[in-house]
């Protein structure tokens, strides 16, 4: 799901986690880091809500959330405050791992 400063508090509001992905289409990490995240939003379907988020069009949620480095990804839970993160390159199971602890 691609992540707007006008949808963010609707996925928030949907009471199920949330990981938002930051990124940017000029980022190579952010490049290698979105198959990952497709298939994550897949086999979490109906169980948390996945989303990617671009840098350079939410920068006002990108300065909220004080991204500095890219590609980062939030965790949420029934709060629009970060209750985990995870910044880089990194395996898709650090990222389910983190997930899963919020089910």
Known sequence: MKVTEENFNEMIAAGKPVMVDFGATWCGP??????R????????EGRAVI???????????????????VPTVLFFKGSDQPVDKSVGLVAKETLTEKLNALL
């Open 30 to 35: 952010c490049k290698a880091l979105a198959p």
């Open 51 to 69: 989303g990617t988020a671009d840098v350079d069009e939410c920068s006002d949620l990108a300065a909220k959330f004080r991204i500095r480095n």
């Open 37 to 44: 995240i497709e298939e994550i939003e897949k086999e979490y």
